[in-house]
């Protein structure tokens, strides 16, 4: 079994997809009683909930509500009934397990291989994601699989192009992930701003963005703060989280989290930053360093 340290996400969405049954979930203890965090609010955050593979949604929806959080990150038609129990927002939307292949990081839009079934899964998601009343869907480029950039990218397009005007008639936001080649995710083709900015300004659509995931654009390319005031208009939503390591926004890691924010709120930005690091620390399921990098965050 991996470690936690080491766990990456696309292997935290299986075992989550697979439910309770699949795992020994122990006892959630809440960590904080009858405490709610007055928050800033000038960044709305949110958490990755698989980041907390062992813990329940339900658990980890009370104390993201109790620590000022708007709502939990990649969350599949199966658990938004939960969020909306708690009155939290599903701030970056999958759609249904039975499209889960939609889900896949490397079968993606720059293989056209793929398009066709991509193409039947969004276009009932971007529905199931408007129908419920949520705004934001992910999407992935995929690998490139010896695929040159400039025909990934036409690959994209074309294939994009199909489901563009059906978000845009529905008011849903997709979002292609950046994610890091060098580390975490080998061969993976939106890997660098300059490809991914490209290919938003191609497709022209104010109803398709980036997911800007700090973590990942560190590793590829650093310059953080500049790439945000440079290219924020097509980020759409952001991702946080240690380097190296993909841990606690803590002294152990190479970013300072408060300028970044910052930089964030300055650009006028009014969609969501959510937390995506595993914590080292495991009191509570790591929610003693949730809320620390919440309070990090908070500017």
């Known amino acids: 079994m991996k470690s936690q340290k080491n766990i990456k996400r696309r292997d935290a969405i299986k075992t989550l997809a697979l439910g309770s049954s699949a795992i020994t979930i122990p006892k959630f203890t809440p960590l904080i009683k009858n405490k709610t965090f007055k928050l800033k609010g000038n960044i709305k955050q949110s958490v990755c909930h698989w980041c907390y593979g062992n813990m329940q949604l339900e658990d980890l929806a009370k104390e993201a509500k109790k620590i000022g959080l708007v709502g939990i990150d990649l969350i599949g038609a199966e658990g938004w009934d939960i969020l909306k129990k ?8 999958y ?22 079934d991509l193409i039947m899964h969004f276009t009932r998601h971007i529905k199931q ?3 419920a009343g949520w705004t934001n869907l992910i999407c992935f480029s995929g690998n490139r699989r010896n695929i040159s950039d400039k025909e990934g990218m036409e690959n994209c397009i074309r294939g ?12 849903v936001i997709l979002h292609m992930e950046l ?38 654009m560190q590793i590829m390319e650093g310059d953080i703060i500049h790439t945000i005031r440079e290219n924020h208009k097509y ?11 993909r841990n606690e926004l803590d002294e152990k890691q190479e970013l300072f989290y408060p300028p970044i924010m910052k930089a964030i709120k300055e650009t006028g930005f009014q969609g969501y930053v959510a937390q995506e690091f595993i914590p080292r620390d495991k009191t509570n399921f790591g929610i003693n360093s949730l809320t620390k990098a919440v309070e990090i965050c908070d500017v």
């Open 86 to 93: 708690y009155d939290l927002i599903s701030t970056m939307c």
């Open 95 to 116: 759609g249904d397990l039975e499209g889960k292949s939609a889900r896949s990081l490397t079968n993606g839009w720059c293989d056209k291989r793929f398009h066709k």
């Open 129 to 131: 994601v408007a129908d």
């Open 160 to 171: 994009l192009k199909k489901i563009i005007p059906i978000a845009e008639d529905h008011g």
């Open 179 to 216: 994610l890091n080649s060098k580390v975490d995710h080998s061969d993976y083709m939106c890997d660098n701003s300059i490809w991914g900015v490209e290919l938003c300004k191609r497709l022209g659509s104010n109803n398709f963005k980036l997911l800007y995931d700090i973590y990942h």
């Open 235 to 245: 980020y759409g939503h952001y991702h946080t989280a240690g380097v190296p390591g």
